[in-house]
C-alpha cells in the first residue's frame, strides 16, 4: 500500500487518502513520470509555506506523535490553549498530558486505528485540566516510519456551557413546578418566601459583619452609608457617627487627590486595583491600609455609589520595615567585609553589586564590573573553572566552590578560591560570591604539582606521539603487507617477481620491528632499555639487509657491494632487531647522502673467548664526506651534519639513537670521514656463537578455502580505510566467505544489527565513532537478544592498555596491523569455529561451490537502483511491488523484503549500496 498521510485542517478536520508517489520516486518504466522542475518545487515551498501558515495560526492545537506516542510536533495553539511551550513538547510522551482516566482510551486505539475521535482531558501548564475532542490519523512518513496526526478543540466552555443549560433545564422545570404550587396556595407560599428572605437577610447581615476585613459603602458624593462591625473598630468610631461621614473625614489629606482619582475610575470603569492609604483614627491615630473598590449600580445599571474591602496592613508594614532593616545591616556587612564579596544574577552571573574587596582583587572600577560579569570582563583563565563553579548552582544545588585562576586587566594571574551561593532576595534568582586571593598558596601547590608531574610530562607527550605516528604508519603498512601476501600467493608468478615480493615482505617486517622497538622505548624509563637475547642467522640476517638496500642503490645509479666473512657463525644469539636497526640506519644514511659512486657494506666476525665474538660491520660510501667539526656533533640528538647532509631531512635522532643501541648491547659505532672522501661508520656489538634453532615445528602451508561441509561464514568488515576493506575481501572472498562493508562504526552497528554476522572485523581508530563504542553497542544489542557473536579488533596501536581497552569493551581478541592473513585466518577460525583447508591437504574432487547469501546473489542494476530510490523516498509501495517482481524472477531477497518490512529506508539503501559495491568487484 501507498503511505497514507494526514493532514491538519484549520477547522480540526483531516485530508487523508492514497497519494502517487513523486515523479522522482516512480518507476524509470512509467510513461507519466517527469522530472519535477523548479516551477514545481517553488510550488511545492509555497503549499508548504501556506499550510505552515495554517496550521501556525489555526485556533485547533495541533500535533504530530510518533508510534510511541512522543511529539515530533506540536502548533503554537498549546501554547494559547494550554500554556505550553510547543518546542519543550517535542521528545515527550503524549499520554503524560492526557487524565489518568482517559489515557487507556487513548493508549488502546492509537497504535491500530486511523480516523477515530475521542473526548479527553488535558493538563494545563497551571494544573488543571480541560476537556478536548480529539481526532486521531495514521500516515507513514517519507522514512516509512507510522506517525499519527493530532488535531485537538478545546471543548471546555462549551461543556460547561451545556451543564449550565441542563442545570438551568432543570432550575426552570423545578422553578415551574414551585410556581404551580404556589398558584395553589399563594398566600402561604408567599408567607413563607417572606420568611425565607427574613431569615436570608439576617444570614446576610450575620455574614456581613462577622467578616475580619473592613467592608464600608458609599454614595457618589462620598457619604458613608453601610459598613460593617470590622470597619467600626478598624476606625475607632462608634456607627451612628460613622454613618453620613465623608471618606475624605477619614482620609489623611495627603491621600485625597488620589482617593478622588480613584473615585472616578471607579465611576467610569466599574472596578480598580488594590492600593494603599492611611486611615485617621477617633483617636488621631493613623492605621495603614489596603483597599479592593467596585462600583454599585442600580437597576437600570446607573452608578450609585462604591463598596471597598479594607484589610489593615500594620503588620506587613512591620514585616516589611524589618525586612529593610534586614537589608540594612547586610548592605552594612556586605561593603565592610575584607572578603571580596559580590551579588550577581544566577542567570548569566552578572554583577548587581560588589563590594570594594572583591574590586581590589579584580583590579577594577565600580562602573566597569556593575552588569557585567567575570565572563564578559574575561577574568576567568580557564573556562571549564567556571563551568565547575555554576553547573551545581544550575542543577539545583544551594552553594557551590572552586579555585579558580583569574586574569587581572594588566595581565597578570591571580589564584582565587570562589565560593557561590544562592540567596533569596525579591523574588530574584540571584547568588552571593565570595572571592578570597590564594595566589601564595596556590603558587605553593602549583609549584609542588609542576614538580611532580614534570618528570612524567615528557615521556607522556612522547608515547602519545609514537602512538599517533604508529597508527599513520602501521595502517599503510597493512594494505602494503597484505597485498604482497595476497600477490605472492599467485602459483604462476614469475621467480624474480616473487624474490622483489620477498623483499617487500621482509622491508616491511623489519619496519614494524623498528616501530615496535620505538613504541617500547616509550615506556622505558629515561637511559633504560632492554636488550633481547635470542638465537637467529647472522648470515640471513646481513643478506636480509643487503637485499633491502640493493634495489634503493640501483634505482640512484649508485653501485652496491656486499661483502661477507666466511668466518661467521650462522647462529648467534643476542638481540637481532637491534643489531638490525642500527645496520638499516647506517645504510639508509650511506644510500641517502651519496649521489654518486658506490655503497659498500663490509661484515667480518672477531673470534673471543667462551663462545663469544665481535661482529665488525662497517659501511662505506662516496658521499660528501664529514668535517671534523660536524663529527663532533653528530651523535648528538636533533643535530645533523652541515654542508649536503643538512639539506637533507630528517629529525637527527638516527646516528643518536643508533649509537645508544650500540652501546647498550656493549658496542659501539665510529667514523671516519673527510669532506669530498666519503665516509665509513664501523659498528661494533658482541655476539654469543648459538646452536641452529630447532625447525621440526615447520610453518604450515597456506588455506586455500573452507573445509568440506563447512557453512559459509558471514564476515562483516568494518575500517574507515578502503585498502584495509579491499584486503580483507580479496583475502576472504576467494575463500568462500561472505564479506560485507562498513565505512565507520555507526554504518557497522547498524550493518550488524540487521546481517548478525558470523563474526566481525572492527578497527579501532575510525572517524566519528571509534571501534571501542562500536563494539560496545554490539554487545549491548546481543545482551538484549540474548546471542553473542565473536569480534576480532583491528589496531595499529601497541601498547597494552590499548588492548585492555578493546577488551574490556567486548572485543574476543585484538589483532595488530599489519595483519597476516594467515593470522587473521587463524583467527576467524578459531573465534568463529571456521574449518579451513589447506594447500598441503587433499582435497576431493568435486568440491561443492559454496553457496552465495541471499544479499550477495547479483541484482539488476536497473532493478537496484529503483529500490534505493524507492527507498530514500519513503515509497515502499513500489519498493514492495518490485521485491514482488524479483522474488517471482528467483532473486532471493530475504534481508531486503525484512528491512522493507520494517519502513526501514536508509537502512535499506545501504544495504544496496552494500550489494552493488560486491556486485562490482
Known amino acids: ?77 498549546y501554547r494559547r490553549a494550554l500554556g505550553l511551550d510547543p518546542a519543550a513538547l517535542i521528545g515527550t510522551a503524549a499520554e503524560e498530558m492526557v487524565h489518568p482516566e482517559d489515557r487507556e482510551a487513548v493508549v488502546r486505539h492509537l497504535p491500530r486505528r486511523s480516523g477515530f475521535g475521542i473526548r479527553l482531558r488535558a493538563r494545563h501548564a497551571d494544573g488543571a485540566y480541560r476537556w478536548f475532542d480529539a481526532s486521531f490519523r495514521t500516515f507513514l512518513n517519507r522514512s516509512g516510519a507510522p506517525r499519527v496526526v493530532v488535531t485537538s478543540r478545546d471543548v471546555t466552555n462549551q461543556l460547561e456551557a451545556e451543564r449550565a443549560l441542563r442545570q438551568a433545564h432543570q432550575e426552570m422545570e423545578a422553578h415551574v413546578l414551585e410556581r404551580t404550587a404556589e398558584l395553589r396556595q399563594e398566600i402561604a407560599d408567599r408567607r413563607k418566601a417572606e420568611g425565607a428572605l427574613r431569615a436570608s437577610q439576617r444570614r446576610f447581615s450575620d455574614l456581613y459583619h462577622s467578616i475580619t476585613d473592613a467592608l464600608v459603602e458609599t454614595r457618589l458624593d462620598g457619604a458613608l452609608t453601610e459598613f460593617n462591625a470590622a470597619f467600626v473598630s478598624l476606625t475607632g468610631y462608634p456607627a451612628e457617627r460613622l454613618r453620613g461621614m465623608h471618606y475624605n473625614d477619614l482620609t489623611p489629606e495627603e491621600y485625597h487627590e488620589t482617593e478622588r482619582a480613584v473615585v472616578e475610575c471607579i465611576v467610569r470603569g466599574g472596578s480598580h486595583g488594590a492600593y494603599q492609604k492611611e486611615y485617621r483614627r477617633r483617636d488621631g491615630s493613623r492605621v495603614p491600609v489596603e483597599l479592593q473598590v467596585y462600583r454599585l449600580v442600580d437597576g437600570d445599571g446607573e452608578p450609585t455609589g462604591s463598596w471597598a474591602i479594607v484589610r489593615d496592613i500594620t503588620e506587613r508594614r512591620k514585616a516589611e520595615a524589618a525586612l529593610r532593616q534586614s537589608r540594612e545591616l547586610f548592605y552594612h556587612i556586605f561593603t565592610a567585609s575584607p572578603l571580596g564579596l559580590g551579588l550577581a544574577h544566577l542567570d548569566g552571573g552578572r554583577f548587581m553589586d560588589v563590594n570594594q574587596a572583591l574590586l581590589d582583587i579584580m583590579q577594577r572600577s565600580r562602573d566597569d564590573v556593575i552588569g557585567r560579569s567575570p565572563a564578559d570582563m574575561d577574568l576567568w583563565a580557564v573556562a ?148 633481547a637475547s635470542r638465537e637467529f642467522g647472522l648470515r640471513t640476517l646481513l643478506k636480509d639487509v643487503a637485499a633491502m638496500f640493493h634495489l634503493r642503490a640501483l634505482a640512484k645509479g649508485l653501485q652496491f657491494v656486499s661483502i ?45 673467548h667462551d663462545n663469544m665474538g665481535w661482529l665488525v660491520v662497517s659501511v662505506e660510501d662516496t658521499g660528501p664526506g664529514i668535517s671534523g667539526a660536524d663529527q663532533a656533533r653528530l651523535f648528538r640528538p636533533f643535530e645533523q651534519a652541515s654542508g649536503v647532509r643538512a639539506t637533507q631531512a630528517g629529525t637527527g635522532l638516527g646516528l643518536a639513537i643508533s649509537r645508544d643501541i650500540a652501546r647498550l648491547m656493549g658496542g659501539d659505532i665510529t667514523v671516519i670521514s673527510a669532506p669530498g672522501q666519503g665516509s665509513v661508520f664501523e659498528l661494533r656489538v658482541p655476539l654469543a656463537v648459538a646452536e641452529a634453532p630447532d625447525r621440526s615445528d615447520s610453518p604450515k602451508t597456506r588455506i586455500i578455502g573452507l573445509a568440506p561441509g563447512q557453512e559459509p561464514p558471514t564476515v562483516l568488515m568494518v575500517d574507515d580505510s578502503e585498502d584495509n576493506r579491499r584486503l580483507v575481501c580479496d583475502a576472504l572472498r576467494p575463500l568462500g566467505m561472505w564479506v560485507h562493508e562498513a565505512r565507520d562504526g555507526a554504518e557497522g552497528v547498524d550493518l550488524w544489527l540487521h546481517l548478525r554476522p558470523t563474526i566481525t572485523l572492527m578497527d579501532m581508530r575510525m572517524p566519528g565513532m571509534d571501534g571501542c563504542e562500536a563494539i560496545r553497542r554490539i554487545r549491548a544489542a546481543e545482551a538484549e537478544a540474548g546471542v553473542r557473536t565473536p569480534i576480532l579488533a583491528l589496531t595499529a596501536a601497541m601498547f597494552e592498555e590499548d ?30 569455529h571456521v574449518a579451513f583447508t589447506r594447500a598441503d591437504e587433499p582435497q576431493p574432487e568435486h568440491e561443492p561451490p559454496a553457496a552465495a547469501p541471499p544479499e550477495e546473489l547479483s541484482l539488476p542494476a536497473v532493478a537496484a537502483a529503483a529500490l534505493r530510490s524507492d527507498a530514500l523516498n519513503g515509497n515502499f509501495s513500489a519498493v514492495h511491488s518490485r521485491l514482488d517482481e524479483l522474488e517471482a524472477a528467483g532473486h532471493a531477497i530475504g534481508a531486503l523484503r525484512g528491512l522493507a518490512d520494517q519502513y526501514d529506508g536508509e537502512a535499506l539503501a545501504r544495504l544496496l549500496n552494500n550489494l552493488e559495491t560486491s556486485a562490482g568487484r
Open 384 to 531: 571549564e573553572q567556571r563551568r565547575a563553579l555554576m553547573q551545581p548552582l544550575l542543577s539545583g544545588d544551594d552553594s557551590s566552590v572552586v579555585d579558580a585562576r583569574w586574569t587581572l586587566p594588566d595581565g597578570h594571574e591571580v589564584h582565587v578560591q570562589v565560593n557561590a551561593r544562592r540567596v533569596a532576595l525579591d523574588e530574584s534568582n540571584l547568588i552571593l560570591i565570595g572571592v578570597t586571593d590564594i595566589t601564595v598558596k596556590a603558587r605553593e601547590a602549583e609549584a609542588l604539582r609542576l614538580a611532580a608531574e614534570a618528570a612524567s610530562a615528557a615521556s607522556k607527550a612522547k608515547s602519545v606521539f609514537l602512538a599517533n605516528m604508529s597508527h599513520e604508519i602501521r595502517t599503510p603498512m597493512n594494505a602494503i603487507m597484505g597485498f604482497a601476501q595476497l600477490v605472492a600467493q599467485d602459483e604462476e608468478l614469475p621467480d624474480r617477481c616473487r624474490q622483489q615480493l620477498e623483499v617487500i615482505l621482509r622491508s616491511g617486517e623489519h619496519l614494524l620491528g623498528l616501530i615496535n622497538a620505538v613504541l617500547e622505548m616509550s615506556r622505558i624509563e629515561a637511559g633504560r632499555m632492554a636488550v
Open 1 to 77: 500500500m501507498a503511505a497514507q498521510e494526514g493532514l491538519p485542517q484549520p477547522d480540526g478536520g483531516m485530508l487523508s487518502g492514497t497519494s502517487a508517489p513523486p515523479a522522482a520516486t516512480r518507476r524509470s518504466g512509467d510513461a507519466s513520470a517527469a522530472p519535477v522542475g523548479n516551477d514545481a518545487a517553488d510550488a511545492l515551498r509555497d503549499a508548504e509555506d501556506r499550510f505552515r501558515c495554517l496550521v501556525e495560526e489555526a485556533s485547533d492545537l495541533i500535533a504530530e506523535v510518533d508510534e510511541r506516542g512522543v511529539f515530533t510536533y506540536a502548533s503554537p495553539g
Open 564 to 608: 661477507g666473512s666466511e668466518s661467521a657463525p650462522p647462529h648467534v644469539a643476542g638481540d637481532d632487531g637491534k643489531v638490525r636497526q642500527v645496520l638499516v640506519n647506517l645504510l639508509g644514511n650511506a644510500v641517502k647522502f651519496t649521489k654518486r659512486g658506490h655503497v659498500t657494506l663490509r661484515s667480518c666476525w672477531e673470534a673471543d
Open 803 to 832: 588492548r585492555s581497552r578493546l577488551m574490556a569493551a567486548g572485543a574476543d581478541d585484538v589483532l595488530v596491523k599489519p595483519i597476516d592473513i594467515d593470522r587473521l585466518l587463524v583467527g576467524i577460525g578459531a573465534a568463529a
